[in-house]
């Protein structure tokens, strides 16, 4: 057997959570993907960045590998969903104003073809379908390096006030 080894480091989170209640979702996205505050941990565990985020819509990049691979020696569909699922949300988070936060209620994912090592980068993109003020509805793809669509979702988002 052949070991194999990646090294995560990243910043505190709580800098980020403190500062989210004081601005709008789409201010808090745009200075993490600015650098001014720091990205949550998950991003650097699974290869996934924040890369563009507008009202209604954000996108997610993710550079799948060997550390994702199931028995079956395919990349785990639950990191496919966890890439949705950040998408879908933080495409909610953009249309939310400060003092107000989200989490999901529920997702549903389709997924259309098999992620490899090689398949990447993953594209995924986040819509909102519905904005609201108590419950929000999103879809997203994920489209592989070569543009296929390996997988789709829908999900509803709780929104709720923080701080």
């Known amino acids: 057997m052949t070991e194999r080894e990646r090294l995560i480091t990243w910043d505190d989170p709580a800098v980020g959570v403190a500062a989210m209640p004081s601005m709008s979702g789409l201010d808090y996205l745009h200075s993490m993907m600015g650098k001014k505050l720091p990205a949550p941990p998950m991003g650097e565990l699974l290869n996934m960045t924040l890369v563009e985020a507008e009202p209604g819509t954000a996108t997610f990049t993710c550079s799948p590998d060997e550390s994702h691979y199931n028995p079956i020696g395919a990349v785990h569909g639950g990191l496919v969903c966890t890439l949705l699922d950040s ?50 509805f999103a879809e997203g793809t994920v489209t592989d390096a070569s543009g296929k669509l390996v997988a789709t979702a829908s999900g509803s988002l709780l929104v709720f006030p923080i701080g």
């Open 87 to 136: 998408a879908l949300g933080c495409a909610v988070q953009t249309t939310l104003p400060q003092g107000v936060g989200y989490t999901s209620i529920e997702i549903k994912v389709n997924y259309l073809r098999p992620v490899r090592a090689g398949s990447g980068p993953l594209t995924c993109v986040g819509v909102v379908s519905k904005a609201g003020s108590r419950v929000a």
